[in-house]
């Protein structure tokens, strides 16, 4: 992976919007968004190149980001929205305010895997945040641009640098999860066959739903059952104990399984924040040492939502966005719980490398 380095972009590959092949063309001249329209929609001018995974400024991490310890374990991390302009349609990868975005969700969010995994995380066009709301529907031709990047790093990521030499983790939040669910009920991300799922530690959906439905689609996915199960998929939205929050939640769909990252359960326990080990809210200004509360709070999966309540430190969940507002924790669903997390990725791997030692 050494060499000159170069921008990410294709070098030699087929333009991949032509045409109505991709759809892309009926989109031509429409201003799409919610709540806010972006500018009329233009193929040549708002799709970026197809990255190149060869090159390895394609990668927002390989392990050595964080340890150069070499790990028995591989992450494949798909990063959150982190677009939010008023003209972009899709991620510039060679931006460098972009990438420095992107970068942080491996220090507030992926972190979670330091020194119990090899982090892997592409750089992906992901979507502009006002046409999330779209991106399975109305402007599914410009969601789909990001799944073939993925599809495409993923397998990179299979023949170069795992290459069937270590067990998986597939993570993400948000934008990301949603991505990796859908490829997941696609069939791709090891969810292709029972020999390719084999290899799968376990999925860390988080901010996104799976519902029956969705399992319907694909037999292989399924829900985690406890703190040690493997090969399936761990997800929650977290909210506040404010009636109808859940309804102001937009990544929470009707019938969403919920997995409580206290006591692993999917049923309705109350689970007290004597359960929490700890929260971590990362700082730019100081990376290295995040503000960390013990006991932050309480959690219960309650209707479609993971419901979070005594609360030790509420001016830690401040309401940022348009998109999430007060009470809706979506910003903050791996902080709440980072240290539970942390020690069910080591919980998660033990079990996983005892049921397969043989």
């Known amino acids: 992976m050494s060499g000159p380095k170069r921008d990410c972009k294709s070098y030699g ?5 032509s045409g109505d092949e991709t759809g892309l063309e009926n989109l031509r001249g429409q201003e799409l968004g919610i709540p806010q329209k972006l500018p009329p ?8 190149e197809a990255p190149d995974y060869s090159n390895p ?3 927002l ?3 050595e980001h964080f340890t150069k310890e070499k790990q028995p374990v591989d992450v494949f991390w798909v990063y959150p929205t982190i677009l939010s302009d008023d003209s972009t349609y899709l991620m510039d990868l060679a931006d460098p305010l972009l990438r ?5 969700t491996l220090v507030e969010q992926a972190s979670i895997f330091d020194g119990q995994a090899n982090i892997f995380a592409p750089f992906y066009r992901q979507n502009n ?9 109305a402007v599914k031709p410009i969601f789909s641009l990001g799944q073939q990047d993925i599809i495409a790093a993923f397998e990179y990521f299979m023949k170069n640098f795992n290459r069937g030499e270590r067990p998986i983790i597939i993570a993400a939040h948000s934008q990301g999860s949603v991505r990796t669910v859908e490829l997941a009920k696609a069939g791709e991300l090891l969810f292709g066959d029972e020999e ?3 290899r799968l530690v376990a999925a860390y959906t988080i901010g996104y739903s799976i519902t029956q439905e969705d399992l319907d689609i694909n037999p292989l996915m399924r829900i985690s059952e406890d703190a040690t199960d493997t090969g399936c998929f761990i997800l929650y939205n977290t909210i506040s104990d404010e009636k109808d929050k859940e309804k102001e939640g937009p990544t929470i769909i009707p019938g969403a399984f919920v997995v409580n990252p206290l006591n692993w359960r999917c049923d309705e326990e109350f689970a007290p924040a004597g359960m929490n080990i700890g929260a971590a809210f990362f700082r730019h200004k100081d990376p290295a040492n995040p503000a960390r509360y013990p006991n932050f709070a309480a959690a219960q999966k309650v209707g479609n939502a993971l419901v979070i309540t005594d609360i030790s430190n509420p001016e830690e969940l401040p309401a940022t966005s348009v998109t999430f507002p007060k009470g809706v924790y979506h910003m903050y669903d791996y902080a709440i719980f980072y240290e539970n997390l942390r020690k069910n990725v080591a919980d998660r791997v033990s079990a996983y490398m005892e049921k397969n030692r043989a």
């Open 57 to 59: 400024n394609c990668w």
């Open 196 to 198: 390719s799922l084999k």
């Open 41 to 48: 929609f233009d193929p040549e001018r708002d799709v970026p």
């Open 100 to 104: 420095e975005k992107a970068e942080w």
């Open 13 to 17: 590959v087929m333009n991949i919007i």
């Open 61 to 63: 991490t390989m392990p």
């Open 129 to 137: 945040v006002k046409i999330n709301p779209l991106m399975l529907t």
